[in-house]
């Protein structure tokens, strides 16, 4: 892992302690992770665009344990609340990643969030959260070692920490769209954190829009990493990696020249390819609902009769994200509005493109 091996002592935590603060969005795959290896790794590429209103805000304080080298000991608090079985997950977070932090042994964390979204609006928090919280430790670790938070390796080193909280949440250090994993078509990217996509995408792709269609709003039907273990022994794995990758190379050109018809048509069956892997592996699970299918019928209805620029996404779950240009914008007004019927409680969350993580000043 690169950054932060710089040797330093945590004699000199001031009494007040040391805080850092940072807010983190969500993001949404296009080409998707599902299947890993050992070591949180991924089985292939996965690219994804930051979102920007879907966030969560994390404050970590730190103090100097009584007893040094016997910590990290983390308080978490979710909302305002005392939250035991989050705490008991970022408890073991933490340990899990002691070894990449000098400082983490000798500390006592109080660790403070909240989500811009609510918590059961079946949007994953796992990519917000655990990027916001690697984030605060590495610019917890920039502060004993005199260096400013984005200095060369910071935002790689947040990246693999928050990967090995939650694999997608490696994507959310960055704005604008991401990659992780090993891809030939990728310069510098790694199965052990993302990296901004190495060029500028086609204006078309500049403001990209994503409505969150909630369909149902409940938790997912099979965890992610239940999910991804389903991967193992699959019958199809070995063509649904090679299926990701070939993917990848698609999409990066259509990002690049500004071709919709191959964007649109390679998103969508990258989310139907996960929805068929689970349909298709041991046991097998159905994550659509009903009203998804639906709504995935209407949208084609929609662009046969239009030509608009519009397509969607699935993660592993019922909810649909449609995806469109700015230039869309007002066409597509009218699909989401004929489309709010199919949602749980008329529910449609907009959302866009983002700038990433922003380090903010705690109070
Ligand atoms: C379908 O990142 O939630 O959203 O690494 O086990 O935490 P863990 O899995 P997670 O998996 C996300 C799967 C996905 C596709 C994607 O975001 O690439």
Not at 30 to 56: D, E, M, R, V
Request: glycine fraction near 8%; proline fraction near 6%; charge should be negative.
């Amino acid at each position: 892992m690169k950054g932060g091996d710089m040797t330093y002592s945590t004699k000199d935590i001031p009494a007040e302690g040391l805080s850092a603060c940072w807010k983190s969005p969500s993001n949404i795959a296009l080409i998707k992770y599902w299947g890993k290896l050992g070591g949180q790794l991924p089985a292939n590429a996965s690219l994804s665009i930051t979102l920007s209103n879907a966030y969560t805000v994390t404050r970590v304080a730190a103090s100097r344990l009584d007893t040094p080298g016997s910590g990290p000991e983390a308080e978490f608090r979710f909302e305002g609340e005392l939250n035991l079985p989050f705490s008991s997950r970022i408890n073991t977070f933490l340990k899990s990643v002691a070894s990449h932090f000098q400082y983490l042994p000798d500390v006592k964390l109080s660790i403070e969030s909240g989500n811009s979204f609510p918590h059961s609006a079946g949007i994953a928090s796992s990519a917000s959260g655990m990027s916001a919280l690697a984030l605060c430790l590495c610019a917890l670790e920039a502060q004993f070692q005199g260096k400013e938070a984005g200095a060369p390796g910071f935002y790689e080193k947040a990246s693999s920490i928050a990967r090995l909280g939650s694999g997608s949440a490696c994507r959310s250090v960055y704005g604008g769209i991401t990659v992780w994993g090993r891809h030939h078509d990728v310069p510098g990217s790694s199965d052990e954190y993302a990296v901004p996509l190495h060029f500028d995408p086609h204006p078309l792709f500049s403001g990209l829009r994503d409505a969150i269609l909630i369909v149902d709003p409940g938790e997912k039907k099979v965890s992610s990493s239940v999910g991804h273990g389903l991967m193992n022994g699959h019958p199809f794995a070995e063509s649904r990696f090679a299926q990701a990758g070939k993917n990848l190379s698609g999409l990066l050109a259509a990002l690049k020249s500004g071709d919709w018809q191959v964007f649109a048509r390679i998103v969508e069956n990258e989310a139907l390819s996960l929805h068929a892997m689970m349909l298709a592996s041991d046991p097998w699970f159905i994550l659509m609902h009903p009203n998804s299918l639906l709504i995935i019928n209407k949208i084609e209805e929609f662009r046969k009769q239009t030509e608009a620029k519009v397509c969607f996404t699935l993660d592993a779950g019922p909810n649909i994200h449609l995806l469109f240009p700015e230039e869309e914008t007002e066409r597509v007004a009218t699909l989401i509005k004929s489309l709010k019927s199919y949602c749980f409680n008329d529910k449609v969350i907009e959302d866009l493109v983002g700038e990433g993580p922003k380090q903010l000043t705690c109070r």
